[in-house]
């Protein structure tokens, strides 16, 4: 049992590259959702799914893509890199309301 | 939608003092509030929650309580130890949707020994 397991750990993009960040859990948690970290911001949510093919925005989604074919996997995609989306990105599941972290990706937009 | 405010942004305290983590929150209709507990360079973890049916719970040196007439909860930590220095983050759940939480801005909590 894995938990939240996201890949890459770390990530150096291009202005205007286009990548995808994976994140894949083994709890069969229905709910999903990505997170960004800021300095001095807490966590703000992007995106987040309550079940395989539902999805729906949260705070901060613009710049950024999601889907949601399985249950297991929620991956987050970047379609135009900019730097002001240099942050480190959390993924998470959630059931009865708790909500359990992965690892967290470091991505760096130069 | 929903507003998370949190204070101090940073905490220092004496080994063995008790630490208190303030927040508060805009929307009535959230129902769950987790706090989360984050060293440096690793992913937040869950230390303790409560939901809007009840005014108060506690784990160990770790308790948290809830006025959900003046939205606020608040974290209190007793017996402080030096392991117990990381970002701590509250969070309100709005109604209805669990997998979508909203965040405080983070405390910096320093216990010094």
């Known amino acids: 049992n894995a938990g939240v397991t996201q890949t890459p750990k770390f990530q150096v993009l291009k202005t205007g590259q286009s990548m995808t960040l994976q994140c894949a859990q083994d709890?069969?948690?229905?709910?999903m959702s990505w997170y960004r970290q800021d300095p001095g911001m807490g966590l703000r949510l992007i995106h987040y799914s309550v079940g395989a093919g539902i999805t729906d925005q949260g705070e901060v989604p613009n710049g950024y893509n999601v889907s949601r074919s399985t249950t297991e996997d929620f991956p987050l995609r970047l379609l135009s890199a900019a730097p002001s989306q240099t942050s480190v990105y959390f993924c998470?599941?959630?059931?009865?309301?708790?909500?359990?972290f992965g690892q967290g990706t470091r991505l760096t937009v130069v | 939608g929903e507003n998370v405010e949190q204070h101090p942004s940073t905490l220092s305290v004496q080994e063995g003092d008790s630490a208190v983590i303030k927040c508060t929150y805009s929307d009535s209709a959230s129902n769950y509030f987790p706090w989360y507990k984050q060293e440096l360079g690793k992913r937040p973890q869950l230390i303790i929650d409560?939901?809007?049916?009840?005014g108060e719970k506690k784990d160990q040196r770790i308790a948290v309580t809830l006025n959900k007439t003046a939205k606020h909860f608040s974290l209190h930590i007793t017996e402080t130890q030096p392991e117990d220095s990381a970002v701590y983050f509250c969070?309100?759940?709005?109604?209805?949707?669990?997998?979508?939480?909203?965040f405080g801005q983070g405390t910096t909590l320093q216990v010094k020994p």
């Open positions: 709890m069969n948690h229905e709910y």
């Open positions: 998470a599941s959630s059931l009865q309301t708790k909500t359990f």
């Open positions: 409560i939901r809007s049916n009840v």
């Open positions: 969070a309100a759940s709005p109604s209805g949707n669990t997998g979508k939480l909203i």
